[in-house]
């Protein structure tokens, strides 16, 4: 059975640090590639970032570059998104997807449930 769960979301302050985790089982990474996405209120999600499954190649939507970073850990069967210099514009449920690796969310079979980050002073 596929499944993955997010963690790490809390409360931070604009320009703090958060890095959310995403635990996968019933496949190991190098079979999907593995995306980070957002949702906010009132607004559709969005591809944030995603990790290949077999060259480990990155890619980042242009709102995040140089801000966040995705790797992963094989032996953990675990993905990582780092994100720094948050900002208020940030804030929303992130979520993290396995599929063939795109920032387009029609590429993704399963999804987690989601994991709240909130960017406020």
């Known amino acids: 059975q596929v499944q993955l769960v997010e963690s790490g979301g809390g409360l931070v302050q604009p320009g703090g640090s958060l890095r959310l985790s995403c635990v996968v089982s019933?496949?190991?990474?190098?079979?999907?590639?593995i995306g980070w996405f957002r949702q906010a209120p009132g607004k559709e999600r969005e591809g944030v970032s995603y990790?290949?499954?077999?060259?480990?190649?990155?890619n980042y939507a242009d709102s995040v570059k140089g801000r966040f970073t995705i790797s992963r850990d094989n032996a953990k069967n675990t993905v990582y998104l780092q994100m720094n210099s948050l900002k208020p514009e940030d804030t929303a449920v992130y979520y993290c997807?396995?599929?063939?690796?795109?920032?387009?969310?029609?590429?993704?079979?399963?999804w987690g449930q989601g994991t709240q980050v909130t960017v406020s002073s």
């Open positions: 997807a396995a599929g063939v690796g795109s920032l387009s969310e029609w590429g993704y079979d399963y």
């Open positions: 019933g496949f190991t990474l190098d079979y999907y590639a």
């Open positions: 990790i290949s499954n077999n060259d480990g190649r990155t």
